[in-house]
């Protein structure tokens, strides 16, 4: 097995026709070990979050190749029937607001996901309690998000990227909502869980003092992807 996560071939990505096309991304090739937490940096309209849904199997890239760890699943189509079994499975997604279910408490927000993908109550329920315990929220099991501070929820939200044990996790501004003390945090229990879980983390962000704590950072850059 080698360390690859993610790598990227000459990926290309316009959106539209005629009057309305939009080149995003041009010839980007790039690759992301397990372990890595890279931070994606450029401009609002760069092709940041197109970038991280084209690696996420959600969004159809115009052209290239794209594997997900030693898999290739995309050479100019993808080479699944079902992209949604490769997101299950290998992906962990955190968004800039948590999307957490607001009429579901913790551990049902958690274990509800696993479950729908055909995880057994006990099984996803075990794995839920040993996140909120890593998570060091364990006390808010039964609670409802609208209990939960901004951060508290965040890290149940960063729990439930994680309650698949993906290989890459995709982070869209999972900092943007927070003050800069609560950022710091996050950044912190991402970078621990790129460590210790050996998965791959790309997180967007805007905010400069998030970048000591990552190990790359990653730019797009006249449409294309380079790294500092
Ligand atoms: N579904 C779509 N149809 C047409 N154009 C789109 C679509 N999605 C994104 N775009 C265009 O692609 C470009 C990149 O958008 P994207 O959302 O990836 O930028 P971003 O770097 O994430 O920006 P931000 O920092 O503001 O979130 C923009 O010009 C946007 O208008
Ligand atoms: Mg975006």
Redesign the pocket.
């Known amino acids: 097995m080698s360390r690859q996560a993610i790598k990227v071939e000459n990926l290309y990505k316009h959106?539209?026709k005629d009057e309305?096309f939009?080149d995003?991304i041009q010839d980007a090739s790039f690759s992301i070990n397990k372990g890595e937490l890279v931070a994606l940096v450029?401009?609002?309209?760069?092709?940041?979050?197109?970038?991280l849904l084209m690696i996420g199997c959600v969004e159809n890239p115009s052209s290239g190749k794209i594997w997900l760890g030693d898999e290739k699943v995309y050479d100019n189509k993808w080479l699944t029937g079902e992209t949604r079994k490769i997101r299950r499975e290998k992906i962990g997604f955190i968004f800039q607001s948590h999307y957490l279910i607001p009429f579901l408490n913790i551990i049902d927000n958690l274990t509800l996901l696993p479950q729908t993908n055909g995880t057994s109550d006990k099984v996803a329920q075990a794995k839920a309690r040993e996140l909120l315990k890593y998570f060091e929220i364990s006390d808010k099991e039964k609670a409802m998000p609208s209990q939960l501070s901004g951060g508290q929820n965040q890290r149940v939200a960063i729990a439930r990227a994680l309650a698949n044990n993906p290989q890459i996790i995709l982070a869209?501004?999972p900092t943007a909502a927070l003050d800069m003390q609560r950022s710091v945090d996050v950044i912190k229990m991402l970078k621990k869980i790129a460590l210790e879980q050996d998965v791959a983390i790309v997180m967007?962000t805007?905010d400069d003092r998030m970048l000591p704590y990552c190990d790359k950072i990653m730019k797009?850059e006249n449409k294309t992807i380079i790294f500092e």
């Open positions: 959106f539209g309305s939009v995003v450029a401009p609002s309209g760069a092709g940041k979050t197109t970038l869209d501004e967007v805007h797009i």
